[in-house]
């Protein structure tokens, strides 16, 4: 039985820094993915360094493999605006921008669970999380182990 991949959600701290080994690391794992497990969609939250420097990754990429495509999910529709989103994010840096309704109020609690929609229809989730309790992106990381995820994480 052939499993057929087509997705990726990246997940990370809002402080990661960019450097050269992880966007040399990203960018071999991310090729090593389209090539070798078709992978097509690469889902994107939009908050934080992580983000920022996985969609420069997979844009770069686009370059070499036009048939893959970025998909922003927004948490909450005011991510839409000018002032609430990533300096990256316009329609021209994205194939589709998907609104998941999430009824749970505040900020973080939405996030969460837009992270969680997000890895339902993830084949692979790709982070850049440490192990700290009260960390979001820990905590997805978590959660993505207990869902039995296919998961790679740059941190380690």
């Avoid at 997940?11 to 794992?29: A, P, Q, S």
């Avoid at 389209?34 to 996985?54: C, P, T």
């Avoid at 002032?83 to 900020?107: A, R, T, V």
């Amino acid at each position: 039985m052939n499993i057929v991949y087509q997705t990726v959600s990246f997940f990370g701290h809002w402080n990661t820094e960019e450097n050269e080994n992880l966007v040399r690391h990203m960018k071999l794992v991310v090729e090593k993915l389209i090539k070798n497990y078709n992978i097509k969609y690469f889902l994107f939250g939009g908050l934080g360094n992580f983000d920022e420097i996985a969609w420069k990754v997979v844009t770069n990429l686009k370059e070499k493999y036009p048939h893959i495509q970025r998909i922003f999910i927004v948490s909450d529709v005011r991510q839409l605006r000018i002032s609430k989103s990533p300096h990256w994010l316009n329609n021209s840096n994205f194939e589709s921008i998907q609104d998941i309704p999430i009824s749970y109020p505040g900020f973080y609690r939405r996030i969460f669970f837009r992270n969680l929609a997000m890895m339902e229809i993830s084949d692979i989730v790709l982070f850049y999380v440490q192990p700290r309790q009260n960390s979001g992106a820990y905590k997805t990381y978590e959660q993505a182990k207990r869902m039995k995820k296919t998961i790679f994480n740059f941190y380690e």
